[in-house]
C-alpha cells in the first residue's frame, strides 16, 4: 500500500459545478497536509496549507483534513476552466515541508 | 523575480553524458529541496539542504546523482552517465527553516535521455 493515495481521475465536469477532490494516507505521523495545483509541464503551485484536522477555506477553495479517517479533501466552487489542471496532494510529517510525500495527482477538466 | 528559479527549462542529452542542473532558491529561504517527477506521477523527494548542509538523501538517489549548495544559496544537482530511466522532469523547492512553513516549487527542469 502506497502512504499517498489519490484517484488519478480524469475528472470532466461543467463550469460552475463543485469539485471534490480527495486523498488517503497510510502514515500516522503526517501533520501536514497540502494540495499543489500543477498545469502541463510546470512546476507545482501552492494553493493551501493546513495544519491538522480541520477545514481551511482561501475564496472558491476549500480544504479538509479528517486524521481519524487518514483522509484529506480540497473542494473548489464555481469551477472554472482556468482551474483545469492536474491537483497533486502532499503531506508532511514533523518537520513540515521537510520530504513531502505526494499523490499521483487528479487531472481536472472544466468545461465552459 | 521573487520565486524558485530553475535552469535550464529542458535539457535533452546522450545516454552517457553527464548533465548539471541549477536551481536558485527564494532568496530569504535556507531550506532547499529536490524532487523528481515522472509522468503521470507526482514529485518525489530526492534530497534537502539547509543552509549547506545536505540533511537527508532519498534511497532513489543513486551513486551517480550528486547535490550540492555550496553557499546555502543556489544548488546544483548532477547526474553523471545518464540512463533512460533518468528522463524526468527534476523539480527544485524552498522554504524557511521550521515545521510550519511551506514549500513553494520552481518550473521545473525537464530531462530527456536519448
Known amino acids: 500500500q502506497k502512504e499517498v493515495e489519490q484517484d488519478p481521475g480524469p475528472l470532466s465536469v461543467p463550469e460552475g459545478a463543485i469539485v471534490s477532490l480527495n486523498c488517503t494516507y497510510s502514515?500516522?505521523?503526517?501533520?501536514?497536509f497540502m494540495w499543489y495545483r500543477q498545469y502541463s509541464r510546470k512546476g507545482p503551485e501552492l494553493l493551501m496549507y493546513t495544519y491538522s484536522s480541520g477545514n481551511k477555506e482561501d475564496g472558491r477553495f476549500t480544504a479538509q483534513v479528517d486524521k481519524s479517517s487518514k483522509y484529506i479533501s480540497l473542494f473548489i466552487r464555481d469551477s472554472q476552466p482556468s482551474d483545469s489542471a492536474t491537483y497533486l496532494c502532499?503531506?508532511?510529517?514533523?518537520?513540515?515541508?521537510?520530504?513531502?510525500?505526494f499523490g499521483k495527482g487528479t487531472k481536472l477538466t472544466v468545461n465552459p | 523575480d521573487t520565486g524558485v528559479s530553475q535552469n535550464p527549462r529542458h535539457k535533452i542529452t546522450k545516454r552517457g553524458q553527464n548533465v548539471t542542473f541549477r536551481c536558485d532558491p527564494i532568496?530569504?529561504?535556507?531550506?532547499l529541496y529536490w524532487y523528481r517527477q515522472t509522468l503521470g506521477q507526482g514529485p518525489e523527494f530526492l534530497t534537502y539542504f539547509q543552509n549547506e548542509a545536505q540533511l537527508e538523501k532519498s534511497r532513489l538517489l543513486s551513486d551517480r546523482f550528486s547535490a550540492e549548495r555550496p553557499k546555502g544559496s543556489f544548488s546544483t544537482l548532477e547526474i553523471q552517465r545518464t540512463e533512460q530511466g533518468d528522463s524526468a522532469m527534476y523539480l527544485c523547492?524552498?522554504?524557511?527553516?521550521?515545521?510550519?512553513?511551506?514549500?513553494?516549487f520552481g518550473q521545473g527542469t525537464r530531462l530527456t535521455v536519448v
Open positions: 523547492a524552498s522554504s524557511l527553516q521550521g515545521a510550519n512553513t511551506e514549500a513553494f
Open positions: 532568496s530569504e529561504h535556507n531550506r
Open positions: 502514515n500516522s505521523a503526517f501533520q501536514y
Open positions: 502532499a503531506m508532511g510529517g514533523r518537520g513540515g515541508s521537510e520530504k513531502l510525500v
